[in-house]
């Protein structure tokens, strides 16, 4: 098994994912904090690792990958036991579709580099940043809550077993807790986050367990 580092930070939702991901698959990472709040993303050094100044970066021997949705696919190609996509392809198709969701149409409206332009460039306050927040969370958890009702027929998103969606989904969830979000409109969500809570790698992976926890 090649040697694995994790650059992270303990409340980037995106790194959040390939945790979960690792703990699921019971792959150990060296875990290497880059503290977002600090601005450690934004140094040359940072830099060179990762052009985009962004968590999560995943390296072993052979590579260096950026991307959490990118990270999550080599994961499963390199490490494939336990499966985190499933075999079957409507199933798969499923599962990348809600990870997409979430990684592509959610979360990247409601990211600090987002936030904080809104609020340099046209001087928003924090009660509209929070309106904002809210409004992009809220659509795309309705969305998703619907296709829910179609694919998780058993605890989690898709199938009898977590997969990339569950990895997703958990994060985003902790994100919209984070912000107040209101989620009695969306119980299949509710249903599967405390599902997933109930297996370890989930607990482990949670960004109070993370040593850069602050």
């Known amino acids: 098994m090649?040697?694995?580092s994790l650059y992270t930070y303990w409340r980037s939702t995106a790194a959040y994912r390939v945790r979960i991901a690792l703990e699921?698959?019971?792959?150990a990472a060296t875990v290497i904090p880059v503290n977002?709040?600090?601005g450690e993303q934004l140094a040359a050094e940072f830099g060179a690792i990762n052009p985009q100044h962004m968590v999560p970066v995943l390296e072993d021997e052979q590579v260096r990958l950026t991307q959490s949705l990118a990270?999550?696919?080599?994961?499963?190609?390199?490490?494939?036991t336990p499966p985190l996509i499933p075999s079957d392809p409507?199933?798969?198709?499923?599962?990348r579709a809600i990870a997409q969701l979430i990684a592509c149409d959610i979360h990247p409206l409601n990211v600090p580099r987002v936030t904080g332009y809104l609020t340099r460039e046209f001087g928003i306050t924090e009660a509209q940043k929070t309106a904002w927040m809210h409004h992009w969370?809220?659509?795309g958890l309705a969305a998703l809550e619907s296709l829910l009702t179609q694919t998780a027929t058993h605890d989690y998103c898709v199938g009898p077993t977590p997969t990339i969606a569950d990895c997703c989904l958990i994060p985003q969830v902790y994100s919209a807790r984070r912000f107040s979000v209101i989620l009695d409109h969306y119980p299949r969500i509710r249903h599967l986050y405390d599902a997933c809570h109930l297996?370890?790698?989930?607990?482990?992976?949670?960004?109070?367990?993370?040593?850069d926890c602050a």
């Open 2 to 4: 090649a040697d694995l």
């Open 24 to 27: 699921l698959k019971g792959l």
């Open 36 to 38: 977002l709040l600090h």
């Open 71 to 80: 990270i999550l696919e080599y994961l499963e190609e390199v490490y494939p």
């Open 90 to 95: 409507v199933q798969a198709a499923q599962v």
């Open 137 to 139: 969370m809220q659509q």
């Open 199 to 211: 297996l370890s790698a989930f607990v482990r992976a949670a960004p109070e367990q993370q040593p």
